[in-house]
């Protein structure tokens, strides 16, 4: 096996390919333009392109292993690799199989799952969360990460939940630009995923997604728009499915008219792992680099058959030019061929970002008479029960798993936080094998603890909070319903830790339980995070990114009837009534609505200003308020700015996430707060002219905790219409 030092920089195959540099060109200049630092990348790119074979270009678009794709020695073109994932750099697998290679030096930082980090409503922690992902990833010598995935959630069962950023457009945006751009300042290329409309798992390769354009461009489209416009992201990958008939990895539209050619985008699109379908689509159709199909390399759609179609004709040269122009683009964009940096693995540092984020992404749902902090003086024994107590999550999910250095689970966490001074018994209490036995056994033990701490929820097991399928009800499985309700029967300091990755179903217990946490997958730390949380030595400041139901039924694509679709079309029939946007505009009443989140202390809105104002593109407004911590504990609040449209001539979802900002407060603290909302903060788009459009009219302006606890309002006035493309 190479080293990782030649893996990781190519650099030796540099020297090589200098020291072969027989070329007159090459002695006459000294050093070929492509690998001079100095000249501009498309200088580079156009030199390189020039010296390729039509063999070499073709290895540059396909795969040469289930994550690399071919060196190219004779120039000095490392092998390129890519891995997964989200939320940190997975196991290498392969060559040629997903299993494990078995190495021992690829441990990793165990981040949270990106619907903690979403709900940290930081994008100060999304950069830190993207600079250890950069780091390791240099370190594994890896050179594109498949991440982050932006995919809006329409459906709290998507088996995909966890690794998204939840179900608003502007917040997954604000997320992910801070994501990319650190993991990018490694020299290490993101891959947003997965372009697009990909919100379900149930037929996911075929299932062909049918929507407006409004809706598409509104709620399915902002966040890859920004990771390409504001990240400058390297990389985009193709979802499975299809979109208006046609498969995202080929799709016309998709790819060649919104991607390329609206949004600008100069980078590389990368097929998801076997959801090529079509050859002459896939060549025509905007994918660049063909990863994972199910066939020998030499078989892929964009190797063989693609070189045969150049020779006989069938393609000009200009398509297969652009996608290798496209690649190597890329590779000298993040210095490919210059030694790049040492990245770091496992560092105190990356343990931290993790913990810290674990920390801010839960969000504490419910806290009745104060049943939460713990106080750690008063308590001398806690009935910790529940599975998920002591079951380790990294190795799960499908692509996102992670080969953690190590997790610390929450009874773990526990442990080492209380330094022996509080006993704790364990019941698993629920769990595929567990019976009532068990749950007797629990009952017993809360009933003799002076807390309970029922750690419930789901995990990353095939119809869970996993790839590959959706879950199949909203309910928590293993009859964990009626164990949550005995145990808060037992004793009435029941306190419910939520380790889920998407929302569950509580109207069985909750009414019966004062405190309710939601931990999410919370990484390597998480253990430990959660005992700083449950203890108060950090005070919650995380807030829902997607709305939790009642029940299902409530949620919009199943009062619709439109999921999961009928003779493999998934009809989007809600349209842009998304999460909260459904549930505002139609008056049903959430369990938790979005942006929800519960603090240990108090915090007070007030002296609400929305200054007028202009900037190059015209008026704008700047929302002023002031935001004081009332409570007695340091604390953070996420202020979150809504707008909603008085009298649109087009119809709009009630109110809609257009600014948001997280304010650290002392006891007492008064902080201004000013939140700049641009002309795109009042648009709509309209899919006749094609263009966002916003119009003269007033503006409801509300800050609140949440979409639904709106605390200062006001009107504003757009003076003029404006429509821009
Ligand atoms: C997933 C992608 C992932 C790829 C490579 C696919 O099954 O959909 O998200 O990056 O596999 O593991």
């Given at each position: 096996m190479k080293s990782l030092t030649d893996l990781r920089t190519g650099a030796v195959a540099v020297a090589a390919a200098l020291a072969l540099a027989g070329s007159a060109r090459a002695a006459d200049a000294g050093r070929p333009p492509y690998l001079d630092p100095a000249q501009p990348v498309e200088a580079r790119v156009d030199d390189l392109l020039g010296r390729l074979t039509l063999d070499e270009k073709i290895a540059l678009v396909h795969g040469d292993s289930k994550f690399t794709v071919a060196a190219i020695p004779r120039l000095g073109i490392p092998r390129r690799w890519l891995s997964d994932g989200p939320h940190g750099v997975r196991e290498d697998v392969g060559p040629d199989t997903f299993k494990p290679a078995n190495r021992t030096d690829d441990f990793a930082t165990y981040l949270p799952v990106a619907v903690a980090l979403a709900s940290t409503w930081n994008p100060d922690a999304a950069r830190a969360y993207g600079n250890v992902i950069g780091e390791e990833a240099r370190r594994r010598g890896k050179d594109i990460m498949l991440g982050p995935g932006v995919n809006i959630q329409r459906t709290p069962l998507n088996g995909r939940t966890f690794e998204y950023l939840g179900e608003d457009p502007f917040l997954a945006s604000r997320m992910a630009v801070s994501y990319i751009k650190a993991v990018q300042s490694h020299d290490v290329s993101s891959c947003v995923k997965h372009f697009a409309c990909n919100s379900q798992e149930t037929e996911r390769n075929t299932v062909d997604v049918q929507m407006d354009e409004r809706t598409l461009h509104e709620i399915y489209l902002p966040a890859f728009k920004a990771a390409v416009q504001e990240a400058g992201v390297w990389c985009v990958m193709g979802a499975y499915n299809r979109f208006r008939g046609q498969q995202c990895c080929?799709?016309?539209?998709?790819?060649?008219?919104?991607?390329?050619?609206?949004?600008?985008?100069?980078?590389?699109?990368?097929?998801?792992?076997?959801?090529?379908?079509?050859?002459?689509?896939?060549v025509l159709g905007g994918l660049d680099l063909e990863m994972g199909t199910a066939k020998p390399y030499a078989d892929y759609y964009l190797a063989r058959q693609f070189k045969e179609g150049i020779e006989k004709g069938a393609y000009p040269m200009s398509v297969l030019d652009?996608?290798?122009?496209?690649?190597?683009?890329?590779?000298f964009a993040l210095h490919f061929l210059e030694s790049r940096p040492e990245g770091s693995l496992n560092t105190a540092a990356h343990q931290e970002t993790a913990q810290r984020v674990a920390e801010e992404g839960m969000v504490l749902l419910k806290n009745a008479g104060g049943a939460l902090p713990l106080d750690a003086g008063a308590i001398t024994s806690i009935a910790v029960i529940g599975e998920n107590a002591v079951r380790l999550q990294a190795h799960g999910g499908g692509s996102t798993e992670m080969k953690a250095l190590h997790e610390i689970t929450p009874l773990e966490g526990l442990i080492r936080h209380s330094g022996?001074?509080?006993?704790?018994?364990?019941?698993?209490g629920y769990g595929k094998e567990a019976g009532v036995a068990a749950a007797d056994r629990a009952v017993r033990a809360a009933k003799a603890a002076d807390v309970a701490l029922v750690v419930a929820g789901l995990n990353h097991e095939r119809t869970f909070d996993c790839e590959g399928a959706d879950r199949n009800s909203l309910d928590l499985p293993y009859g964990q319903d009626e164990l949550i309700r005995r145990v808060a029967q037992a004793n009435p300091r029941t306190v419910v830790v939520l380790v889920s990755g998407s929302p569950v179903r509580m109207g069985a217990w909750l009414d019966q339980v004062p405190a309710v946490l939601q931990a999410w997958y919370a990484g390597c730390e998480g253990g430990r995070a959660l005992a700083r949380v449950l203890f108060g030595d950090v005070n919650p400041s995380g807030k829902l990114p997607c709305t939790f139901p009642k029940k299902l039924a409530d949620s919009p694509a199943y009062a619709l009837g439109a999921y999961p679709g009928k003779g493999g079309i998934e009809p989007y029939t809600e349209g842009l009534l998304v999460g909260y946007r459904w549930f505002d505009t139609k008056g049903i009443e959430p369990l938790f609505p979005f942006g929800h989140g519960l603090s240990y202390t108090s915090f007070a809105y007030s002296d609400l200003r929305l200054v007028a104002g202009t900037d190059s593109k015209g008026p704008v407004v700047t929302v002023e308020f002031k935001l004081t911590n009332t409570g007695s504990r340091a604390?953070?609040?996420?202020?979150?700015?809504?707008?909603?449209?008085?009298?649109?001539?087009?119809?709009?979802?009630?109110?809609?996430?257009?600014?948001?900002?997280?304010?650290?407060?002392?006891?007492?603290?008064?902080q201004a707060v000013s939140i700049p909302l641009a002309r795109e903060a009042f648009a709509f788009y309209d899919a006749e002219k094609a263009a966002w459009v916003a119009e003269k009219d007033d503006f409801e302006i509300a800050i609140g905790s949440s979409s639904r606890d709106l605390r200062l309002r006001g009107n504003f006035s757009l003076p003029v219409a404006a429509t821009w493309k």
């Open positions: 080929e799709n016309d539209y998709l790819l060649n008219q919104v991607l390329k050619t609206q949004w600008g985008f100069k980078g590389v699109v990368i097929s998801d792992w076997n959801g090529t379908h079509n050859g002459t689509q896939a652009d996608k290798v122009r496209r690649n190597l683009r890329v590779m022996g001074r509080i006993n704790f018994t364990y019941s698993q604390g953070a609040e996420v202020a979150q700015v809504y707008v909603h449209q008085a009298k649109p001539s087009l119809q709009r979802p009630l109110r809609e996430l257009k600014g948001f900002r997280k304010v650290a407060l002392k006891p007492g603290e008064r």
